[in-house]
């Protein structure tokens, strides 16, 4: 079963500039989730998919970030314009089950650094 | 607020120790506490509990979850080089579309 798939690896641009992660969740996933992983801390959960649908962004900073998900599928994750605080590692992480409080299968994740 | 603490930060070890991870929470409405293993970047599951007083094992690890001291911990037996990474904790609640995430504990196993 090929887990889940997000691109790019690693990225590295100026504060003020735009970015955009892309997730691939495992095939069937109906729940989709982004984290962001500051170094030294744990995730922190961003936003919540079902379907296409959101289910929860009450931590997502909607001044600058924003996210979609379609056609139910893969998902983008955007930061318009980025600053120095958004370093950090975005992790995407779906699940068959809804409800955050179950188990999810995490992506490799993608480091972003701010300069 | 909701609390997740895990405890120590950071440990160093020879193969062979057994070692004992703890997590404390303080949150309304419980649902689950997970432990996932992070090498790198993906954290991946190890197990979850929701039941107190219940081990959970596999292999060399095992968990146990107390709900009337909140907390639980995360046994590792006969500990190899490979065991090495961040040991995270996580707790999720009912009604509630949240995961909330320790900031680990780093284990570092020396040959």
């Known amino acids: 079963e090929a887990g889940v798939a997000q691109s790019p690896r690693y990225k590295i641009i100026e504060k003020r500039q735009s970015v955009a992660f892309w997730c691939n969740p495992i095939?069937?996933?109906?729940?989709l989730y982004w984290y962001q992983q500051i170094l030294g801390q744990g995730p922190k959960l961003l936003i919540q998919?079902?379907?296409?649908?959101?289910?929860?962004d009450s931590q997502l900073p909607k001044d600058r970030f924003s996210a979609e998900r379609l056609k139910g599928v893969d998902s983008t994750l955007k930061i318009q314009p980025a600053k120095l605080e958004d370093s950090a590692v975005y992790l995407c992480?779906?699940?068959?089950?809804?409800?955050?409080?179950?188990?999810?299968?995490f992506g490799p994740g993608t480091r972003l650094t701010v300069l | 607020e909701d609390k997740v603490v895990q405890s120590p930060l950071s440990l160093v070890v020879h193969e062979g120790d057994t070692v004992t991870l703890n997590c404390s929470y303080e949150?309304?409405?419980?649902?689950?506490l997970l432990w996932y293993k992070q090498e790198k970047k993906a954290p991946t599951f190890l197990f979850m509990l929701?039941?107190?007083?219940i081990e959970k094992k596999s292999g060399r690890l095992s968990s146990i979850l107390d709900k009337k001291e909140l907390f639980s911990i995360l046994n590792i037996t006969a500990t190899q080089t490979g065991d090495s990474a961040v040991y995270l904790c996580?707790?999720?609640?009912?009604?509630?579309?949240?995961?909330?995430f320790g900031a680990g504990t780093r284990l570092t196993v020396k040959p």
């Open positions: 992480a779906s699940s068959p089950l809804r409800g955050a409080y179950n188990e999810q299968f």
């Open positions: 095939s069937g996933h109906a729940t």
């Open positions: 998919f079902q379907n296409n649908g959101v289910v929860d």
């Open positions: 949150v309304t409405n419980f649902r689950s």
């Open positions: 929701t039941s107190s007083g």
């Open positions: 996580a707790v999720g609640v009912y009604n509630n579309n949240d995961m909330r």
